[in-house]
């Protein structure tokens, strides 16, 4: 079983940036793409963005542009460097772990990120 732990938020006030960071355990993390979701109260968990193994990388249209997602395999560790915060992105951000084949996803405890205005 995969083991995430996330870190890296806070309280920002608008225009600014915070990175998170997800240290993932076990040994085949090199292999699995990452993600990075966001919830806030009574709604459901939407999908920032994702890396592949090979480093292919996705976004969603709300974070294109102000929202980098990265990895350091030698670290076992996804990033997500936030640039330009705005209030709307107040949440809990998750790291996700894919499974590979037949493994199961995992998710990560969730970090708070607010945003002042």
């Known amino acids: 079983q995969v083991q995430l732990v996330e870190s890296g938020g806070g309280l920002v006030q608008a225009g600014g940036s915070l990175r998170l960071s997800c240290l993932a355990s076990g040994s085949i993390f090199s292999i699995s793409a990452m993600g990075w979701f966001r919830q806030t109260p009574g709604k459901q968990r939407q999908f920032v963005a994702s890396?592949?193994?090979?480093?292919?990388?996705n976004y969603a249209d709300s974070v294109k542009g102000r929202f980098t997602i990265s990895r350091d395999n030698a670290k076992n560790t996804v990033y997500l460097q936030m640039n330009s915060l705005k209030p709307e992105d107040t949440a809990v951000y998750y790291c996700k772990f894919y499974g590979p084949g037949r493994l199961a996803d995992a998710w990560g405890q969730g970090t708070q990120v607010t945003v002042s205005s």
């Open positions: 890396i592949t193994s090979g480093g292919e990388t």
